[in-house]
């Protein structure tokens, strides 16, 4: 609760989710990489030009995944922050593309996911779950041309006649945003809303 009494805004920090996942995704890579590498290597001084060559691609591959993701540091850890409160849902975007709708501006809001289809052991064991924003504005006519900022998140993916604001493999966002929409848009909030299944994330 703030000072007056009113529920704090409900704060999700996507930049710091997404540095962490890129820091450790690159991390990975780059180490699976170079053991690849190694291992080519190895293969080449032992005689072994075809298990080489395929070490030598895959080395290369995930290596390429590691350097991209310190080319992309900057970009991926600047500071985004999806506020939800009293006033509407914001995107604090201060080096990228900032946004703001106010409640009353929309007819309906709701929160979309994704799982991921366990067609191995390793995907049992780590599930991975695609978690989106969906807004729908009480007057498309109106809203688009007021909010210049969101127009690449109109109609994205499946979503028609509204916005979908992807926030990638974060089932860990779901609580916090069911929370602070049945608290600050409890008229508009439709819920969660499972999509089913899918072999891969996009």
Do not use: C
């Amino acid at each position: 609760m703030t000072a007056w009494g009113a529920p704090a805004p409900v704060v999700i920090d996507l930049g710091k989710s997404d540095t962490r996942k890129v820091l450790i995704g690159g991390s990975v890579a780059g180490i699976l990489g170079i053991l690849a590498l190694v291992g080519a290597v190895t293969a080449f001084v032992d005689g072994e030009p075809v298990g080489g060559s395929i070490a030598a691609v895959i080395g290369i591959a995930f290596t390429f995944i590691g350097v991209m993701a310190v080319v992309k540091w900057k970009t991926i850890s600047r500071p985004r922050k999806l506020i939800i409160e009293q006033q509407g849902i914001r995107l604090d975007d201060p080096q990228g593309m900032p946004w703001a709708a106010a409640w009353q501006e929309l007819g309906a809001i709701s929160i979309s996911r994704t799982q991921e289809r366990a067609v191995q052991l390793a995907d049992a064991l780590v599930r991975r779950t695609l978690v989106r924003v969906d807004l729908h504005p009480r007057d498309p006519q109106q809203f688009r041309p007021a909010h210049p900022t969101m127009e690449p998140l109109w109609e994205f993916h499946r979503v028609q006649n509204g916005y979908r604001l992807p926030l990638g493999d974060s089932a860990g966002f779901i609580g916090p945003l069911d929370h602070g929409l049945r608290t600050f848009a409890p008229q508009i909030y439709r819920g969660v809303i499972d999509e089913g299944f899918t072999v891969g994330l996009h």
